[in-house]
């Protein structure tokens, strides 16, 4: 697995990002010569799961803001149509 440093990234990080998607390569991430990370791709199954979340999540305030909102039930819209 490669070593690349703060500064290289830096420097190159679109070549890395294109590394990581196109080969599936990870990298240790290292700042003053102390590993600190791994840069790894993401994998589909992570990426699924990232997609549905953050739709969860959205979904979720949508409704949150719905039920703040008055309503009224189907009969009563039915009534008044």
């Known amino acids: ?3 690349v440093g703060v500064k ?3 420097a190159k990080t679109s070549q890395i990002v294109k ?3 196109e080969e599936k ?3 240790i991430l290292t700042f003053r010569g102390k590993p600190v990370a791994k840069i ?3 994998s589909e199954e992570e990426l699924e799961d990232f997609f549905f979340s953050s739709a969860n ?4 305030e949508i409704l949150e ?3 703040k909102e008055p309503s009224i039930s ?3 819209f039915l009534k008044g149509a």
């Open 1 to 3: 697995m490669p070593i």
């Open 8 to 10: 290289e990234l830096k």
């Open 19 to 21: 590394e990581l998607e």
């Open 25 to 27: 390569r990870s990298f």
């Open 40 to 42: 790894t791709p993401v």
């Open 57 to 60: 999540a959205s979904l979720m």
């Open 65 to 67: 803001e719905r039920e």
């Open 74 to 76: 189907l009969d009563e």
